[in-house]
T-cell receptor, first 117, second 115 residues
């Protein structure tokens, strides 16, 4: 399967614990996005990487959230001291962006569903 | 965060009927996309629109990029049971070059198809 993969698919944790999610993008895709989706809503942008550089962070991304993309391949999203309000589906998407090319299609992974008790 | 205005919120139709849903924004987008999401899965791209006025089809699906660049619609013809799911529109402002291309999504349209 050459699509975007995410692990784990489901995570249940207790409030105050730290969790880490992983995203493996489509190979050769240089852009990687993280989104969060709560029940009944569309995905909301969290952060974005161009290769290994994190270029933008949403105000939704509090200090308890950190994302990395070492070597410009897979990415991790860590949430420290989880709160019940962090319960959501965390989606990763990747795309290939070429300078001066208008079309950039984002392909999504299956998501990681987080439940904080 | 900002989301696009997508309507209707839900639709209950009979198999074989046509479906229409739309999305509006107060600001301009350079790209409009339509995704379908099944429960517990990530969104899957259906149609991408890159030019104002563009009309694009993908099988029984047809989508248009509004001339004002502030709206888009999706039509599904002759619906079948597997069309069931949540349909999202998404707008993107900066798709090329070094600018990031984050997507702004609508709230989704829940489609139920009765056999």
């Amino acid at each position: 399967d050459t699509g975007v993969s995410q692990n784990p698919r489901h995570k249940i944790t207790k409030r105050g614990q730290n969790v880490t999610f992983r995203c493996d993008p489509i190979s050769e895709h240089n852009r990687l996005y993280w989104y969060r989706q709560t029940l009944g809503q569309g995905p909301e942008f969290l952060t974005y990487f161009q290769n290994e550089a994190q270029l933008e962070k949403s105000r939704l991304l509090s200090d308890r959230f950190s994302a990395e993309r070492p070597k410009g391949s897979f990415s991790t999203l860590e949430i420290q001291r989880t709160e019940q309000g962090d319960s959501a589906m965390y989606l990763c998407a990747s795309s290939l962006s070429i300078r001066r090319r208008v079309k950039e299609t984002q392909y999504f992974g299956p998501g990681t569903r987080l439940l904080v008790l | 965060g900002q989301q696009l205005n997508q309507s209707p919120q839900s639709m209950f139709i009979q198999e074989g009927e046509d479906v229409s849903m739309n999305c509006t924004s107060s600001s301009i987008f350079n790209t409009w996309l339509w995704y379908k999401q099944d429960p517990g899965e990530g969104p899957v791209l259906l149609i991408a629109l890159y030019k104002a006025g563009e009309l694009t089809s993908n099988g029984r699906l047809t989508a248009q990029f509004g001339i004002t660049r502030k709206d888009s619609f999706l039509n599904i013809s002759a619906s079948i049971p597997s069309d069931v799911g949540i349909y999202f529109c998404a707008g993107q402002r900066d798709a090329g070059g070094t600018s990031y291309g984050k997507l702004t999504f609508g709230q989704g349209t829940i489609l139920t198809v009765h056999p």
